[in-house]
C-alpha cells in the first residue's frame, strides 16, 4: 500500500494518521492484529493486557561543558518525572526540582544555554539527597509499587546507568532499587517500527511519529513529557513496552524480552550509606 492509501485506510478507521510510512503500516498491522485478538479472546479492546499501570518518565539534566571529556563527571541538576497511566494514555501527573551540584556548585555558561536551568535555580534547589527522597514520597503518595504496578522509562541508557550511577556515588548514598530496570524507549522505539538506531534520538522519534516537540529542549520536564508522548503513541499503536535494560553490579545489562515482566519496587529511602 501507497502512504496515501495507508492515510486513508487509517482514517477509515477513526486512527491517527500522523507518521512515516513504516509508522502507517505497523499502525494499520496493530490494528488489525488487536482486532482479531480480541474477536478470539471476547475482550474489550478496552480492557488492555498491558502490565504496568503507570510508567514513570524521567529525563535528567546534569552539569557539562562544551565538548565534555569523556572522563567528566556530570551531577544531576535537574529531576523530573511525567506519569504516564497506561489505561487512560495521559500524562496523569508531573513532578519537577532541580538539584544544587555540590562538585561544580557554578554552572558553565554552556550549560544554562543548553539547559535553560540558572545559577540562580540551582542555588535555591536542594541537595541530591534530599530531593530524591522527596522523589520517593511523591511516588508512595501515587502508591507506585505498592497498589499500582509500574516501571521506570528512559530516552536511552544514560539517565540511570550514566548520571544516577554516578551521582549516588558522589552524594555516598545507596543507588534506588526501584531505577535498577527500566524500559529505554529508543531500544523499544526501534525494535517496535523497525529503525535502525540511528533513527531513534528524540526529535527523530517524534518526527516518524508525525508530532512536533512541546516546550523547550533540554528543559529536563519538557523532554520528559514528549518522551511521554512518544510512549503514548507507542502503546496505542499496540506496542507492548517493558522493561529491556538494568544496572547489575554497577554495569549495563540488556534484559532479554523474554524475561518476565515484573514491576518495579516501591521506591525507599535512599539514606542507607554505602
Ligand atoms: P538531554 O536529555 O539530551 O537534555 O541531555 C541530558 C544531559 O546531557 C544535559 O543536561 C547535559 O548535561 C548533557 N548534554 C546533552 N547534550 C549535550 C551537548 N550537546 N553538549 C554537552 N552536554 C550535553
Ligand atoms: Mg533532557
Not at 512515516?20 to 493486557?49: A, H, P
Not at 535528567?60 to 571529556?69: D, K, M, Q, S, V
Not at 550549560?111 to 534530599?130: E, R, Y
Request: glycine fraction near 4%.
Amino acid at each position: 500500500m501507497t502512504r496515501d492509501e495507508l492515510r486513508t485506510k487509517l482514517a477509515e478507521l477513526h486512527l491517527e494518521t500522523r507518521g512515516v510510512k513504516d509508522v502507517l503500516r505497523k499502525r494499520l498491522k496493530n490494528f488489525y492484529k488487536k482486532q482479531k485478538l480480541t474477536q478470539t479472546l471476547q475482550i474489550k479492546s478496552e480492557c488492555s493486557d498491558m502490565y504496568y499501570d503507570y510508567i514513570c518518565v524521567i529525563d535528567f539534566e546534569a552539569t557539562c561543558e562544551e565538548n565534555n571529556p569523556p572522563e567528566y563527571l556530570h551531577e544531576i541538576i535537574e529531576f523530573p518525572i511525567a506519569l504516564v497511566n497506561t489505561r487512560t494514555l495521559e500524562i496523569e501527573d508531573t513532578f519537577q526540582e532541580y538539584v544544587k551540584p555540590e562538585q561544580k556548585p557554578t554552572l558553565t555558561e554552556f550549560c544554562t544555554k543548553l539547559t535553560g536551568i540558572t545559577q540562580d535555580m540551582v542555588d535555591k534547589a536542594g541537595s541530591f539527597p534530599d530531593v530524591l527522597q522527596r522523589v520517593v514520597d511523591w511516588m508512595r503518595e501515587r502508591e507506585l509499587g505498592t497498589k499500582c504496578r509500574y516501571a521506570v522509562l528512559t530516552d536511552g541508557s544514560w539517565d540511570m546507568s550514566k548520571f544516577l550511577n554516578v551521582q549516588c556515588h558522589l552524594s555516598r548514598i545507596e543507588y534506588p532499587r526501584f531505577a535498577k530496570k527500566w524500559i529505554n524507549i529508543r531500544k523499544s522505539y526501534g525494535n517496535f517500527y523497525k529503525v535502525p538506531r540511528t533513527r531513534t534520538k528524540l526529535a527523530s522519534m517524534l518526527e516518524n511519529l508525525g508530532m512536533v516537540y512541546e516546550g523547550r529542549p533540554h528543559c529536563g520536564l519538557d523532554d520528559s513529557r514528549n518522551i511521554a508522548r512518544i510512549a503514548i503513541r507507542m502503546l496505542q499503536d499496540g506496542c507492548e513496552l517493558r522493561v529491556n535494560e538494568c544496572l547489575h553490579a554497577g554495569q549495563l545489562v540488556n534484559v532479554p524480552n523474554t524475561s518476565p515482566l515484573e514491576s518495579a519496587p516501591p521506591p525507599y529511602s535512599p539514606w542507607q550509606k554505602v
